[in-house]
Structures are given as C-alpha cells and as structure tokens.
C-alpha cells in the first residue's frame, strides 16, 4: 500500500474530524496532492488540494471549515473537517501526485455525520 488514509468515523453534526494520508517512502511528492470525497449515488467530487507551491484550494461547499496540510518531515497529508455538516457524509481519498506526474490513491475512509 503507498498511500494509506485514515481518520474516518462516525460524528455528530457540528462535530471535528482529522484525515490522515501516509505514504510510504518511494514516492517523491511533487506539487499536486489533495483530497476527493463521494457520497452514494454522487460522483467524485474535490475537496481540497494543495497545488503547485503549496497553495490551497477548496470546494465551495467547505470552504471556512476544511483545512488541508501536509508535513513532509513525515510524508503526510491532512484534511481538517470542522463544523461537519450530515451533507459531507462521504468516502474520502486522499490523492498524491509525483515528481514524475504518477498518481496515487488511497484506499478511501468512510465519514459519516448524523443530525
């Protein structure tokens, strides 16, 4: 597994949540990583990424409340969820672009926010 996500679980509306995104140590990182999330019967959808040197980008719909980060000291990517709401109910995956241009995907972590 090259990219192993985590951080899911069950949470009440309103509630935190922190995503984890670890890769192993033969991907070179480059400028492109972020997270997707899709809820049943959605297709995929962007959440949040950070691109080029590092500038974030968020979908409107989580803008205020998500924050992405990563740290490379430890090859990890983080999704923040604050103020979670029952419509980010979703699988969350994390992606990771390499120096290179491959991508890589996590396996996805399940969020689900009751009301």
């Known amino acids: 597994v090259q990219l192993q996500a985590s951080g899911g679980g069950l949470v009440q509306a309103g509630g935190s949540l922190r995503l984890s995104c670890v890769s192993s140590g033969n991907i070179v990182w480059g400028n492109d990583m972020g997270w997707y999330r899709q809820a049943p019967g959605k297709q995929r959808e962007l959440v949040a990424a950070?691109?080029?040197?590092?500038?974030?980008h968020y979908a409107n719909s989580v803008k205020g409340r998500f924050t992405i980060s990563r740290d490379n000291a430890k090859n990890t990517l983080y999704l923040q969820m604050n103020s979670l709401k029952p419509e980010d109910t979703a699988v969350y995956y994390c992606?990771?672009?390499?120096?290179?241009?491959?991508?890589?995907w996590g396996q996805g972590t399940e969020v689900t926010v009751s009301s």
């Open positions: 950070l691109i080029s040197v590092g500038i974030p």
């Open positions: 992606y990771v672009q390499d120096v290179y241009s491959n991508n890589y």
